[in-house]
Every structure is written in structure tokens, then in C-alpha cells.
């Protein structure tokens, strides 16, 4: 008795597994939402004693994490610009966030920032940009293990500019000795 031969494809179906197994475990991790960034102003904290004067600021920021997981931020990295009239004056910076963003939660932070005080008679109409990137974790553990390795760290950008720097509680009053 002829027993029935049936045909094999491996190739197809090792091909089919994989790219089922790709996009059930790498689509979580690629096509994750970024946290939202919003700058909503710029504060002068501080002013240090050198020759010349430095200002600490504060880069007011507002994050959305608009998912269902936790998001750990890690690194800000940031360009800010001033226009005053003395010119424009521009600095690069990075800053550890090192911060989770709890699910579905929305978050104000402060950036750190010291630039040389070369706008300080005009606080009220000195005209600054900041544009940057947040690098972060996305959720689920694949996503964590390509980033803890360096294969994959997901980055997101923002900026935003304004018209004053307000002074902060710690601040002098422009102009003042």
C-alpha cells in the first residue's frame, strides 16, 4: 500500500514564524508613542558672582506620557539660544533626566541650565529658543533589553522659544548690584 507523500516547505514556513515572532515582539518596541514635550517658559533662578557674571535658568517643561506603561527618561540634550542686544548667544547642554513618567500622567519638570549673564538689563523682552531631543526607555522588556544594550535608543524631540525670561524668586532684579 502507497502511503500518501505530502510537500514540505521549511523555508516558508521558518520565514512565516519569524516574521510572526518579529511582529509580535519587535512591533511593541518600534512603533511606541514618545512622551510629549511642551516648553512653556524660562525662569532665572540664579546669578553667580564671576567675572563675567553666569545665570542658572530654568527650562520649565511639561511631559505626557500618553501610554498604558511607565516611560523612564533618561538624557536631555538641548541647544539654547538668546537673542539680546548684544547679539545672539547660543548653548549646548545635556542633563540626566533620569525620571519615569508614570502611565497615563502628565509631569512638570525644570531643565537646569547655566549660560553666561549677557542679557541682564533686558529679562523682559530678551527673545530665546530651545531645541533639543529626550532619549528614553520604551516600555516592555525587549525595548528595555536593545536599549540597556545600545542597540536602540529611542529619541524624541521638542522646542519651543518665548519673548522674556522671568526672574525667579532667587533672582536679582535686572540691574541691580
Known amino acids: 500500500m502507497a502511503t500518501p507523500r505530502t510537500r514540505q516547505l521549511p523555508g516558508k514556513s521558518v520565514r512565516c514564524v519569524m516574521t510572526c515572532l518579529m511582529v509580535a515582539f519587535g512591533g511593541g518596541c518600534f512603533l511606541e508613542t514618545p512622551p510629549r514635550v511642551s516648553v512653556r517658559g524660562v525662569d532665572l533662578l540664579a546669578v553667580g558672582t564671576d567675572d563675567p557674571p553666569s545665570a542658572k535658568l530654568g527650562i520649565d517643561v511639561q511631559l505626557e506620557n500618553p501610554t498604558r506603561e511607565p516611560i523612564q527618561l533618561e538624557l536631555y540634550n538641548y541647544t539654547f539660544i538668546v537673542d539680546g542686544s548684544s547679539g545672539r548667544d547660543r548653548w549646548s547642554g545635556e542633563w540626566s533626566a533620569l525620571r519615569t513618567l508614570p502611565a497615563g500622567e502628565t509631569v ?64 536679582p532684579s535686572p540691574g541691580s548690584d
Open 108 to 171: 512638570d519638570m525644570v531643565i537646569p541650565a547655566v549660560v553666561p549673564f549677557t542679557f541682564a538689563e533686558e529679562l523682559d523682552t530678551t527673545r530665546w529658543r530651545i531645541s533639543g531631543w529626550i532619549s528614553y526607555k520604551a516600555p516592555g522588556r525587549l525595548a528595555q533589553i536593545l536599549f540597556d544594550t545600545g542597540f536602540r535608543k529611542p529619541e524624541h524631540g521638542f522646542s519651543g522659544q518665548g519673548s522674556s525670561i522671568s526672574a525667579g524668586t532667587t533672582a
